[in-house]
């Protein structure tokens, strides 16, 4: 007897409304008639779903086209007022908050330094309360009061915080989330649940937890130098090293760690000391951190008070001086063995997952990107079988440096998308709005990856 689909009418109808949301948002301003074959939908599915979303401020004209003979036809696309987003990268130097339009347009952002505090988790909490607060209130964004929370939102509502951090997240058994960041000091930190408590936002606000890298890797796939690839890896190098893999369109890296912890992977065996305690991580090698210890061991000296970001500027000014002066050896050298871990590291990446495309991120990634790329990639091929390295190409990430927060905001994003423009009713990621389909998937499918 054949089982029967367990997919309800509201099931359809939310499904109809994301994949409309989505060929819009992806593909650009689009009219009634194109949408049809654009989706699948019928006509007449296409106009109710549009009546709908036009009816909750999500979609608006957007100038029309000349048709074959006939009447111009109107063409609609997502209206960027009718949502807002909240980014938070908690960085290894830094806690940076964004507030985004639904373009992703930035509104409003601020910065709080992690200078002598380090990440003790009430100060970190504190830096993003303090962060919310400053950007909802420039970005027009009210606190407070509670918003619709099953139908779409109302115009220029919040659809949800997004917050990436260093470290493994993961659920606790109440379904919040919670942070295991070894090498920050993190042990099961209910992060989700602290930021409840001291951000003043609606009680039914969305906070969407994950991995940095992953954030940055939806970042890079929705917008970046990801876009049309089925396979890639995304790595983010900052203070430590980090990185996703998306495979078949599908994003890996979040909840239990999995390729998130890729600067964990063991390079030299009994080597360099990690910061999580290990011996021979590739982050013991090729983070910032790392790397600026390995300068100073071979002589290297930093500029006084210097930060990481500083300190990589200058190990960079010694290799490659400006003046036209001869290059320090020391710096030469210890950036050329970065670029041989770094390479060796997404070998790994490319043997185990062969991804046709693997971009570097990160604040110090994009930093040392334009002076070791053209080595990492030799080292990567060398250290790569032939075949899966044939395939896959190794660049740069296309964001900057504030990509993981962009990657943040879209986490409520997709979650907003894959709901077909409503807001989540009860703020937990343990649902999702297609049965056994990850919101991540869920969006790549609506923008025609298969």
Do not use: K
């Not at 993003?128 to 909802?136: F, L, N, R, S, T």
């Not at 964990?264 to 910032?288: D, I, K, M, P």
């Amino acid at each position: 007897m054949a089982e029967r689909s367990s997919r309800t009418v509201r099931d359809l109808r939310v499904g109809n409304r994301a994949s409309v949301l989505q060929r819009l948002y992806f593909g650009g301003p689009m009219s009634r008639q194109a949408l049809g074959p654009a989706t699948g939908l019928s006509s007449g599915s296409v106009s109710n779903v549009v009546a709908e979303l036009t009816a909750d401020g999500i979609l608006e004209e957007a100038g029309s086209v000349e048709s074959d003979g006939g009447r111009p036809r109107t063409l609609l696309r997502v209206a960027p007022s009718s949502g807002r987003l909240i980014g938070v990268d908690v960085g290894e130097t830094r806690v940076r908050v964004e507030a985004f339009d639904l373009a992703l347009t930035e509104l409003a952002r601020t910065e709080r330094p992690l200078a002598d505090s380090g990440h003790d988790v009430e100060t970190i909490v504190r830096h993003i309360a303090e962060g919310v607060a400053e950007v909802a209130a420039e970005a027009g964004i009210e606190r407070g009061t509670p918003h619709a929370a099953t139908t779409g939102a109302p115009r220029g509502a919040l659809i949800g915080v997004g917050v990436g951090v260093p470290g493994i997240v993961d659920r606790d058994d109440t379904g919040g989330t919670v942070v295991h960041g070894q090498t920050i000091g993190w042990d099961a930190v209910p992060l989700e649940h602290m930021l409840r408590e001291s951000i003043r936002l609606p009680a039914d606000t969305a906070y969407f937890v994950d991995n940095g890298a992953r954030a940055l890797g939806q970042a890079e796939m929705w917008f970046g130098g990801g876009r049309g690839a089925r396979d890639a890896a995304i790595v983010l190098i900052g203070s430590g090293v980090g990185a996703c893999v998306v495979t078949g369109g599908v994003i890996h890296g979040g909840a239990r760690g999995g390729p998130a912890e890729w600067g964990h992977l063991t390079v030299s065996v009994r080597g360099r000391r990690c910061r999580c305690g290990a011996r021979g991580c590739l982050e013991a090698y090729a983070g910032a951190e790392a790397l600026l210890a390995r300068w100073q061991e071979a002589g290297g000296a930093l500029p006084p008070g210097a930060d990481e970001e500083t300190g990589v500027s200058a190990l960079l000014a010694a290799a490659h001086p400006r003046d036209g002066g001869a290059p320090d050896p020391v710096a030469v050298t210890v950036l050329d063995e970065t670029a041989e871990y770094l390479g060796a590291g997404i070998s790994d990446l490319v043997n185990l997952f062969g991804p046709e495309r693997v971009l570097i991120g990160g604040w110090a990634g994009l930093q040392l990107g334009p002076h070791l790329l053209p080595a990492v990639r030799q080292y990567a091929e060398a250290y790569a079988l032939r075949h899966p390295a044939a395939h896959a190409t190794v660049d740069l990430g296309q964001l900057g440096p504030d990509a993981v927060t962009v990657g943040a905001a879209t986490l409520p994003l997709a979650d907003f998308f894959a709901r077909g423009g409503r807001r989540r009713a009860t703020p937990s990621r343990t649902e999702s709005a297609t049965p056994g389909v990850p919101d991540w998937q869920v969006v790549l499918e609506g923008r025609g990856v298969r």
